[in-house]
């Protein structure tokens, strides 16, 4: 494992943390270095980035809902065989799940990670005082090691110089570069269309353009130098070491309208013994053949409704693969395409698989946002009530059931507690995001599932 690693942090969320990132990235790979992404917290955008610029699948970390020790285990795999391991963070650098303490938060992550950080201040309309930022932010947790500031949306080169003159008499850290205000080229297809965009490698030349513009103005060699660290410990927790193959194979929905899945998700089903066989149905492709269980993950299915709403036989195969008792975990993107129908934004309404009682209507502001507690209802085969797992809610639709259902799971989040989701033949579906890591029992249940399927 590299001992060569840095924390980008910003001062606040819109700060350009995925924008220096993506650059930064850019820049190191460009010098002939391997470099490994992560993303703090809970996000399957911005890796997407990660991936497509460095060629490594990027990972997310996440102390809130992962234990530290594996944490520390997903990061040590993650990052074999790389010069040096960029990891972006999440919000404010001290903004995680709790106002009150570092739980969840960049900082938290820079901490048990053990890894120099370079704070990015957006820098427009000030001088001195980004120095009172950066020591506010030095200050307010000693144990975190801010190595370097890169300063943003300075007006000149002039203004930089202000701003780097003040900060490192006052913060004793160097400002090791900067990026205009009129420079701060914006991400293309920030959330839409961006994976397709990738997978075409649409994106390279901005990525190449990117990594010029850091370069121009950002010292690449100190911030190396500043990367070089201690080795962490060798850290295993042997949680995804391969058990022997169960002869079960599990369909994973994959393209543009279905794509949020955590690698690890998918890693741990593969070290349980599941072969993992990827299918696109906004491809037109259903059910692949000989398949014992079914993830459907989340995505854009608003995106593409009236092409899926046109896929019949598509529809048609996934319905009566569950109806018949596939073992199928549905989130978020996956159930909204079990309902009956979505609505969207224009007022259009599409049907959809049907399997799910309700409707599903987008919102232009966001309906759920936030980490989960989540433990299952009675008779849910993934999650039973004596467990607990972790994950989070992000999206901008509403579910309108059409009659009683039955729910899933109950989550807990900071409003309380819901119900939420749809049970029924083998299916487990809800907005709700898992991680697996955080309940690996899971994993067992899903497999012993498909395996008493199989056997059918």
């Known amino acids: ?23 930064l990235m850019a820049a190191f790979k460009k010098r002939g270095l391997t470099v490994q992404g992560f993303k703090c917290g809970p996000d399957y955008i911005d890796p997407s980035y990660h991936s497509a610029v ?18 520390k285990d997903i990061f040590a795999r993650g990052s074999e065989g790389a010069d040096i391991s960029i990891i972006e963070g999440v919000m404010g650098f001290y903004d995680g799940k709790d106002p009150i303490n570092n739980s969840g938060s960049t900082a938290e992550i820079s901490i048990i990670t053990e890894s120099p950080v370079v704070l990015i201040v957006n820098c427009a309309s000030m001088a001195r005082s980004a120095a009172a930022i950066v020591k506010g932010f030095q200050l307010l947790e000693p144990n975190v090691n801010i190595v370097a500031v890169i300063a943003n949306r300075v007006g000149s080169e002039g203004h930089y110089k202000l701003v780097k003159t003040a900060i490192e008499q006052e913060c004793k850290v160097p400002v090791v570069g900067y990026l205009l205000k009129n420079e701060m080229i914006e991400i293309p297809e920030r959330h839409l269309g961006l994976i397709p965009s990738i997978e075409r490698g649409e994106l390279d030349s901005f990525f190449d353009k990117l990594g010029e513009l850091i370069e121009a103005t950002v010292d690449l060699d100190i911030l190396y130098q500043l990367a070089k660290t201690n080795e962490l410990k060798e850290y295993s927790t042997n949680l995804f070491d391969n058990k022997a193959e169960k002869g079960i194979r599990i369909a994973i929905a994959k393209d543009a309208a279905f794509n949020f899945y955590y690698q690890e998700n998918l890693e741990l089903l593969e070290a349980e013994g599941a072969e993992l066989v990827y299918f696109s149905p906004l491809n037109g492709e259903g059910l692949p053949e000989n398949i014992h269980g079914l993830y459907l993950g989340g995505g854009f299915p608003e995106e593409f409704a009236e092409q899926l709403s046109s896929l019949e036989e598509v529809r ?66 993934l999650l039973s009530p004596n467990l607990e797992a972790k994950g989070h809610e992000f999206h901008y639709s509403t579910f309108e059931p059409s009659e009683p259902i039955g729910y899933a799971y109950q989550t807990k989040g900071m409003r309380g507690l819901k119900e939420e989701g749809y049970m029924n033949y083998n299916l487990i579906s809800g907005y709700t995001h898992f991680h697996f890591a955080s309940c690996p029992e899971m994993v067992g249940n899903w497999i012993r599932k498909c395996e008493e399927w199989k056997g059918k």
């Open 1 to 23: 494992m590299s001992d060569r690693r840095l924390v980008i942090g910003g001062t606040g969320s819109g700060v350009g943390k995925t924008t220096l990132t993506i650059g």
């Open 54 to 71: 460095t060629g490594r699948v990027s990972r997310n970390i996440d102390s809130w809902m992962i234990s530290h020790d594996l944490l």
């Open 316 to 381: 048609k195969s996934i319905k009566d693969g569950i109806e018949k008792g596939l073992p199928t975990l549905a989130e978020c993107g996956g159930f909204m395409f079990l309902a009956e129908s979505i609505e969207t934004n224009s007022g259009d309404v599409f049907p959809m698989v049907g399997l799910i009682p309700g409707k599903v209507k987008m919102q232009k502001r966001l309906a759920a946002l936030g980490y989960r507690q989540i433990k299952g209802a009675d008779n849910n085969f």
